[in-house]
């Protein structure tokens, strides 16, 4: 008997060569957790997961996430130094990209956004320089700041590739800032108490038409202004079933393909909304696989238009 393998045989190396994980579903949402991101369907049904490697024994937290498109995402990770990582399908998988001269964050806040190859992610320190701000991350490295001035509660990229941060509430409203996307600097923005009568918000979105969502983490109600921040409409996000009743508890906004409003709120609720507060439909996510911190952040996966049976 020769000593080689026989015909349709292999051996084994002892090395894992499966291939990378399967790609996301068009239309399901991925869910940032504290040390995973996970896939679910808009009926609230677990996925898949998808866990990070550590950096060093003192991470903790994806503190945001982002999709790319359907076969990459990005997140925000960090306890000291804050890192972008990104996981691509097909590739090699997690590949971080560490922001220098930036020292302990307040890691109770994740925001994260893009426009074009600039990638936009919150950070608040606790000590060192800048006290805060925005970093701005393009081909891996970081390439500028958006100086926030303040903590920085939250942030999106809406029409034009506008960057909203949002700051936090000090009793007189909260201020939201305006940045161009291409140079960097700050545009007007406006105090939502003095345009919207809104007192506080903890989260925010801009879609592509320039409108922009609010809502609090732990008061009703979310609102929808239009762009220089003047109130189109509001609601208290009463949903049949929601054990909240309200917007209360709402820990991330995000936007989807549809411009249907996703809430993840603090009750591990997902919340889909339309835009004009008129229909929704809520979820209790499938958390039995590992349970949820308080709270989550949510990104909607593109839709796959190609299947899509609705058009003329």
């Keep these: 008997m020769a000593g080689g393998c026989d015909a349709g045989a292999y051996e084994f190396d002892g090395v894992d060569h499966s291939g990378p994980a399967r790609q996301f579903g068009a239309g399901n949402v991925l869910v940032s ?24 024994p003192s991470d903790s937290g994806m503190l ?48 994260i956004g893009h426009h074009g190859s600039r990638w936009f992610v919150a950070n608040n320190a606790t000590a060192g320089s800048p006290s805060s701000g925005v970093l701005v991350f393009e081909n ?65 979105a801009a879609d592509v038409d320039g409108n922009i969502f609010l809502a609090d983490s732990s008061l009703a109600p979310l609102v929808k202004l239009g762009s220089a921040g003047q109130l ?29 409003l996703l809430l993840g ?16 439909s809520q979820v209790l996510l499938d958390v039995e696989h590992g349970g949820f911190p308080s709270g989550f952040y949510v990104v909607p996966l593109p839709s796959d238009n190609i299947f899509r049976a609705d058009f003329d």
Aim: aromatic share 8%.
């Design 64 to 111: 945001g996430v982002d999709a790319e498109n359907l076969d990459a995402f990005r997140v925000f990770l960090g306890v000291f130094s804050p890192a972008m990582g990104q996981y691509r399908i097909g590739t090699d998988g997690w590949s971080f990209a560490v922001a220098s001269g930036w020292s302990t964050v307040n890691n109770s806040r994740g925001a």
């Design 265 to 280: 709120t603090s009750n591990d609720d997902l919340i889909r909304i339309d835009s004009n507060f008129a229909t929704a």
């Design 232 to 260: 189109l409409a509001q609601t208290d996000c009463i949903v049949s079933g929601n054990p909240s009743t309200a917007c209360g508890g709402a820990r991330n906004i995000a936007i989807d393909d549809d411009g249907m």
């Design 33 to 56: 957790l504290g040390n995973r991101v996970s896939e679910f369907s808009l009926q609230g049904d677990w996925i898949q997961d998808i866990w990070f490697p550590h950096l060093s």
């Design 140 to 204: 891996g490295s970081v390439i500028g700041e958006l100086a926030s001035g303040s903590f920085v509660s939250d942030l999106s990229v809406g029409k034009n590739g506008i960057v909203y941060v949002l700051g936090p509430a000090n009793g007189t409203g909260s201020v939201v800032r305006r940045f161009d996307p291409a140079t960097l600097s700050e545009m007007a923005g406006f105090n939502t108490m003095q345009t919207a009568g809104l007192t506080g918000a903890t989260a925010i």
